[in-house]
């Protein structure tokens, strides 16, 4: 078979498999109210309606990303409360994206509505809390000399939250919300210092867990309690 002839037909697949199903006359109500950790209200956060955006930090660039499949937009006001009415897009891949900007954690609402919209065309989100993010500064140091060697891991709160949905219903085993991210090193003579950046929440908790020279692990805790921290530690 011409291969340019099947370049066409994979081109025309591709076109037709991601057309857009828009309902007429047909149009769904957003709504909810965004809140920070302590219950504050935030406002001007940005509340995006998506169809075809997929699923994960790789797939879903955020409410600023591209236009292609954005149903609706609209942002939070003073009380944090929001409502969005949008198009309707009968398809799998259906989400709800809050953004409050970089010192806020993420948001991002999945469901399938093929099969299921709400009989009242309502999406109550209710109210939504965005972590405030932390910033973790950290450097590791050797004072020991050579031949001595620290293995370790942080681990830490991740800062988005990915809720799926079936028929209204949170699916937890699908979720992905503030799941517990691991970074592990070995410092040894070939590199035995480290420093480095991570991010997480405001209130949450590190552990800090170690190993000099392959004796027994110790663990450290520490709360972010500020928006930047620093950490040091040598060994």
Known sequence: MNIKFLVIICLLFSFYSCETKFEDDIRILVKGKVVDGFGVPIAGAEV??????????????????????????????????????????????????????????????????????????????????????????????RISGEGNTLSYSLKYENVYCEAYYEEGILVESESYCYEDVFESWILND????????????????????????????????????EPTYEFTFTY
């Open 48 to 141: 995006g309606v998506y169809t075809q955006r997929g699923r994960g930090a790789f797939f879903a660039p955020g409410p600023s990303g591209s236009d292609q499949y954005n149903l609706g937009r609209n942002f939070s006001d003073s009380n944090g409360d929001f409502s969005v009415v949008s198009l309707f897009d009968n398809d799998a891949d259906f989400s709800i994206e809050i953004d409050a900007g970089d010192s806020y954690s993420k948001y991002n609402y999945y469901t399938n509505i093929i099969d299921y919209v709400p009989s009242d065309l309502v999406f109550n989100l209710e109210t939504i809390e965005l972590k405030t993010i932390g910033i973790v500064n950290y450097n590791i140091s």
């Open 190 to 225: 070939i590199n035995s210092d480290r420093e480095s950046t991570l991010v997480t929440t405001v209130g949450s908790t590190i552990e800090f867990i170690y190993s000099i020279n392959d004796q027994p692990e110790i663990i450290e805790t520490f709360i972010i309690n």
